[in-house]
């Protein structure tokens, strides 16, 4: 595959770095697009943050211009529903509590259906919930993403476009002949470059001068077996602002196992790494299992308040916390990260096919990127 003036190093139009959600979501937009695209990844896809059954996809945000995109990512996970042939978000819709007027302007503005019940009525849509003190908020176009089936429907659709390698460093020559990725398996120059490596996307844009704040902490997931009596439909997804039982949490249930996730939500509540990568002196994932499960005991009676299992999970956020993201340029190489990023996967990754071709940062990343550098933002 050398070119014939004895050059080992391989030509290619686009490189994906990352096979999570957004690294496969945007090399199959390219490849729909007709482009020369290869994504690298040292693990089978979907081992990073995109990994496990669950995710919630909701359409409320703080930040008007991302129900935007979250109304165009749930039309598009649609589209991919039909090119799939299964269900990739369930039913179920999601309740919140804590929220108020000002919060749903935004789904208001954008025409996105949804409704508040009295406090009396909580049984009614969210059957595995105790007395809460004040209105809840249903949103009944959201529901429990299928992770794992979405992985599985990108993975088929980018068969042949992963190569099983991780990218050492990513580097701009500077001799117009593209940018280079370091590989294991060889050595490439790409017209353009996509960073999604998740945690891994600081220290890869770095080396092209891209300065991107990513904190990663870890974050403890323990699930609960919902009781019988519970079970009278699918319980929804589940976003507690409120502070009322302690706490503030989202749940989600994990498709049709009877088993609901819950975890805590705000700053500071996962738990970073030292430098020499140990948990802080004093510090074990037990402590937050032992506060979701304290929370589950006061706020939801319909779950057995003893977990039946847990996963740790690294937790990315940029300093405005909770749902921000962005994308930053630089001549040839383009980078997005950020926290829950799941429910957004379809219109990020055609935003970055975007980006990609026209050697550009679409607006929507741009302005969400500099949003996502402000110091504070929302919990949840
Ligand atoms: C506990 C938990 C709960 C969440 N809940 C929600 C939710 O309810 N709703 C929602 O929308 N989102 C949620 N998220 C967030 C969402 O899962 C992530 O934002 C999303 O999966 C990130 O996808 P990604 O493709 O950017 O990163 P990842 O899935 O982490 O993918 C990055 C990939 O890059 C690869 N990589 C790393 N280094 C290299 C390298 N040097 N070379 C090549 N490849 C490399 C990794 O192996 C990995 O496969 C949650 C996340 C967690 C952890």
Redesign the pocket.
Same mark, same amino acid.
């Given at each position: 595959m050398s070119s014939s003036n004895g050059d080992l190093r391989r030509p290619l139009d686009v490189a994906v770095?990352?096979?999570?959600?957004?690294?496969l979501a945007t090399t199959d937009a390219l490849t729909r697009r007709g482009a020369d695209v290869l994504c690298?990844?040292?693990?089978p896809?979907?081992?990073?943050?995109?990994?496990?059954l669950t995710?919630?996809?909701r359409h409320r945000h703080d930040h008007e211009d991302t129900v935007a995109l979250a109304v165009a990512a749930r039309q598009r996970y649609r589209s991919w529903e039909e090119r799939y042939g299964r269900r990739l978000i369930g039913d179920e819709g999601a309740v919140y509590a804590g929220m108020g007027p000002a919060d749903v302007a935004a789904l208001a503005r954008r025409g996105v259906p949804h409704h508040f019940v009295s406090a009396d009525r909580h049984r009614e849509v969210f059957a595995a919930l105790g007395p809460v003190d004040g209105p809840l908020l249903v949103d009944p176009g959201a529901g429990a993403?299928r992770a794992r089936r979405t992985i599985a429907a990108l993975t088929e659709w980018t068969r042949g476009r992963v190569v099983m390698a991780?990218?050492?460093c990513v580097t701009d020559p500077g001799d117009g002949r593209g940018i280079e990725i370091q590989t294991h398996e060889a050595i490439y120059r790409a017209r353009h470059v996509v960073i999604?490596? #998740?945690?891994?996307t600081p220290k $890869?844009a770095s080396g092209v001068g891209l300065r991107i704040p990513l904190h990663c902490a870890l974050?403890a997931?323990p699930h609960y077996q919902v009781r019988p009596e519970a079970i009278g439909g699918p319980l929804p997804c589940w976003v507690d602002r409120s502070g009322a039982n302690g706490e503030m949490v989202?749940g989600?249930p994990i498709g049709r196992t009877g088993q609901y996730v819950v975890?805590l939500i705000g700053d500071g509540v996962d738990i970073a790494l030292t430098d020499e990568g140990a948990l802080p002196a004093g510090r074990t994932m037990d402590e937050h299992v032992r506060r979701v499960s304290a929370y589950v005991r006061r706020a939801l009676p319909g779950l057995e308040p003893t977990p039946v299992g847990v996963?740790v999970?690294?937790?990315?956020k940029l300093p405005a916390g909770s749902d921000s993201f962005g994308g930053w340029h630089t001549d040839g190489v383009t980078a997005s990260? #950020?926290?829950?990023?799941?429910? $957004?996967?379809p219109v990020l990754g055609e935003l970055l096919a975007d980006a990609a071709q026209h050697n550009r940062l679409p607006v929507e990343l741009e302005r969400a990127g500099e949003r996502a550098l402000a110091t504070s933002g929302s919990p949840r």
């Open positions: 770095i990352g096979a999570g959600v957004l690294g690298f990844d040292g693990r896809p979907g081992s990073g943050q995109s990994g496990g995710r919630t996809f993403i991780d990218v050492h999604c490596a #998740g945690t891994a $890869l974050h997931r989202y989600s975890g996963r999970c690294v937790m990315s990260t #950020g926290h829950n990023l799941f429910k $957004l996967a």
